[in-house]
T-cell receptor
Framework: AQSVTQLGSHVSVSEGALVLLRCNYSSSVPPYLFWYVQYPNQGLQLLLKYTSAATLVKGINDFEAEFKKSETSFHLTKPSAHMSDAAEYFCAVSENNNDMRFGAGTRLTVKP | NAGVTQTPKFRILKIGQSMTLQCTQDMNHNYMYWYRQDPGMGLKLIYYSVGAGITDKGEVPNGYNVSRSTTEDFPLRLELAAPSQTSVYFC???????????FGDGTRLSIL
């Protein structure tokens, strides 16, 4: 079955700095990949998705992710962090079935 | 613009009690899901449904039951509550397999 590993349960950056959240996946077929964001006491919201159309995927709020098959990675980046980006981020993989697997999550803290 | 609505938002149960977590969506999505979220563990799929009358087990179905009599509703039932079922439960829906999922705001359940 497919699986996801998010490297780093906590990431802290300064406001205006680059955000990099790491995600590696395992899949036996070309995967569908997603990044979701969760704010406190809320459900998950979609940031972006990869569905094989392009390896660089742009999402909401200036987030983007690059699919690298050779590295089985789908890292999330944002050029300049805002205080409002503080949240928990989840990478997820789906393998042409009904079972989407989520990573354990990375909590992003943004320091002023 | 309700999306996915979960009730109740909070609940405390005693060991051995039963309850139903309600979930309804107004997006006419065929697919619906129940997840549990535990700290540091990401989301684990409990049950899912690909349409009215069709349900199937996910990764962690033991201790839970579901039904799907209509497209809109997908209730989750706990028959004999156990402390291990203390968690945050999320309902989600999507138009189809491998599509982004839309999440409710969750039900925080404590079993004492």
């Amino acid at each position: 079955a497919q699986s996801v590993t998010q490297l780093g349960s906590h990431v802290s950056v300064s406001e205006g700095a680059l955000v990099l959240l790491r995600c590696n996946y395992s899949s036996s077929v070309p995967p569908y990949l997603f990044w979701y964001v969760q704010y406190p006491n809320q459900g998950l919201q979609l940031l972006l998705k990869y569905t094989s159309a392009a390896t660089l995927v742009k999402g909401i709020n200036d987030f983007e992710a690059e699919f690298k098959k050779s590295e089985t990675s789908f890292h999330l980046t944002k050029p300049s962090a805002h205080m409002s980006d503080a949240a928990e981020y989840f990478c997820a993989v789906s393998e042409n079935n009904n079972d989407m697997r989520f990573g354990a999550g990375t909590r992003l803290t943004v320091k002023p | 613009n309700a999306g996915v609505t979960q009730t109740p938002k909070f609940r405390i149960l005693k060991i051995g009690q039963s309850m139903t977590l309600q979930c309804t969506q107004d997006m006419n999505h065929n697919y619906m899901y129940w997840y549990r979220q535990d700290p540091g563990m990401g989301l684990k799929l409990i049950y899912y449904s690909v349409g009215a009358g069709i349900t199937d087990k996910g990764e962690v179905p033991n201790g839970y039951n579901v039904s799907r009599s209509t497209t809109e509703d997908f209730p989750l039932r706990l028959e004999l509550a156990a402390p291990s079922q203390t968690s945050v439960y999320f309902c989600a829906s999507s138009p189809g397999a491998n599509q982004p999922q839309h999440f409710g705001d969750g039900t925080r359940l404590s079993i004492l």
